[in-house]
């Protein structure tokens, strides 16, 4: 009989100016403004990396890449989600993963394909599905200053 395990993971960045560009996905999007993160700042695989996690009974991304280590100053996100899938190809497969994006900029729309492709070849998978949804200009979920996901996944296996 097979088994099913549904995770979630959240992820968050603060706005800087000390970038010019951010990654959602694995996909660059130039803007003018990066996110503050210890790593390259990819809220999707943060945020996919963890809901895996979660479903796997693995504790979270912080427990394999720890922010105070200084080797993981700059490390790209898509390193992060394929040591995640390393650690669960033996038991487990990705069966969907659903995303939602919330940000009040960039307007992300017009990407939205491109990041889903992205997603895509990171995974291996073909059933992703992302949604982006505006703060209405509240301080929910990381305010105006931020962007922020979430991410459900479903894993088979076990």
Same mark, same amino acid.
């Given at each position: 009989?097979?088994k #099913?395990?549904?995770?979630l993971?959240?992820?968050l960045?603060?706005?800087t *100016?000390k970038?010019?560009?951010? &990654?959602? %996905?694995g996909?660059?999007?130039d803007c003018?403004f990066?996110?503050?993160?210890v790593? *390259?700042? =990819?809220?999707?695989l943060?945020?996919i990396? =963890?809901?895996i996690?979660?479903a796997? %009974?693995l504790g =979270?991304?912080? *427990? #394999?890449?720890?922010?105070? *280590?200084?080797?993981?100053? /700059?490390?790209?996100?898509?390193?992060?989600?394929e !040591?995640?899938? !390393?650690k669960i190809?033996k /038991? #487990?497969k990705i069966?969907?993963?659903?995303? !939602?994006l919330?940000?009040?900029k960039?307007?992300l729309?017009s990407?939205?394909k491109?990041?889903v492709?992205? &997603?895509?070849?990171?995974?291996k998978?073909?059933?992703i599905?992302?949604k982006?949804?505006?703060?209405?200009? !509240?301080?929910?979920?990381?305010?105006t /200053? @931020?962007?922020?996901? &979430?991410? @459900?996944?479903?894993l088979?296996g076990?």
């Open positions: 009989m097979e #099913y395990k549904v995770g993971g959240y992820d960045h603060r706005f *100016d970038k010019q560009f951010i &990654l959602i %996905g996909f660059k999007i003018g990066g996110l503050d993160a790593s *390259d700042g =990819d809220i999707a943060h945020a990396s =963890d809901a996690c979660g796997a %009974g =979270d991304i912080g *427990d #394999y890449f720890p922010p105070s *280590d200084k080797k993981n100053q /700059n490390i790209e996100s898509r390193k992060i989600a !040591t995640i899938l !390393t190809k /038991n #487990y069966v969907n993963i659903d995303l !939602t919330v940000a009040e960039p307007k729309a990407y939205k491109y990041i492709e992205s &997603l895509k070849n990171i995974f998978i073909s059933d599905n992302l982006i949804k505006s703060k209405e200009a !509240t301080d929910a979920l990381g305010g /200053n @931020a962007l922020s996901c &979430l991410a @459900a996944v479903l088979k076990g």
